[in-house]
């Protein structure tokens, strides 16, 4: 049984250029979510999927921000013209029903 | 809007004693309430849940969790804490909409372990 992957682990960019992240969710899982977590807080929810349609998007998830499950499986997590303000630890977790699945998380840091 | 509260930013203990972290929420309607663990540069890992029913649960690692209505809390426990449990504890609530929910994390309580 795989758990949910992400990928890179690790990010180290320039400001104002675009990175893009990977989530793999736990197969059967139809529901998928990402969160943000910058140092000493909780995470932050950003938005939601449920199989290929994007449900809810946080008030954080600006207009540089975009994220797209185009097949309902993986997803992807991208951030246009990043700014320091990014830096973060971005976490993706998927569940079916019930509780939800964390992956390991990409470490961003913008320079 | 819902909040969830952690009073405690640390928390020592000296290994082998009882362990409590607490944890407060603010939710119109019966919430899902969660305790996750985080180790340094990992993810977040599901200790236990609660959705209806009883309302001590049991999680993994040996710990638990009582829903107390009355006092919009969902405090964890382990009775004899093992150095391995040091990390950083975050409780969450589920705010439930059409089809899924997105969880609201509280700021986490960062446990120490001594000898």
């Known amino acids: 049984d795989t758990g949910v992957s992400q990928d890179p682990r690790h990010k180290i960019t320039k400001r104002g250029q675009n990175v893009t992240f990977r989530c793999d969710p736990i197969?059967?899982?139809?529901?998928l979510y990402w969160y943000r977590q910058t140092l000493g807080q909780g995470p932050e929810f950003l938005t939601y999927?449920?199989?290929?349609?994007?449900?809810?998007k946080s008030r954080l998830l600006s207009d540089r921000f975009s994220a797209e499950r185009p097949k309902g499986s993986f997803s992807t997590l991208e951030i246009q013209r990043t700014e320091q303000g990014d830096s973060a630890m971005y976490l993706c977790?998927?569940?079916?029903?019930?509780?939800?699945?964390f992956g390991p998380g990409t470490r961003l840091t913008v320079t | 809007a819902q909040s969830v509260t952690q009073p405690d930013i640390h928390i020592t203990v000296s290994e082998g004693a009882s362990l409590e972290l607490r944890c407060n929420y603010s939710?119109?309607?019966?919430?899902?309430l969660f305790w996750y663990v985080q180790s340094p540069g990992q993810g977040l890992q599901l200790l236990l849940k609660?959705?209806?029913?009883?309302?001590l649960v049991q999680g993994i690692k040996g710990f638990e969790a009582e829903f107390k209505r009355s006092q919009s809390s969902f405090n964890l426990r382990k009775p004899s804490v093992h150095w391995s449990d040091a990390a950083e504890y975050f409780c969450?609530?589920?705010?439930?909409?059409?089809?899924?929910?997105?969880?609201?994390f509280g700021k986490g309580t960062s446990l120490l372990v001594t000898p």
């Open positions: 609660y959705f209806s029913g009883d309302t």
């Open positions: 999927f449920q199989n290929e349609a994007q449900l809810e």
């Open positions: 969450a609530v589920g705010a439930v909409s059409n089809s899924g929910y997105a969880l609201n």
């Open positions: 197969s059967e899982h139809n529901r």
């Open positions: 939710y119109g309607a019966t919430p899902y």
């Open positions: 977790a998927s569940s079916f029903v019930g509780e939800q699945y």
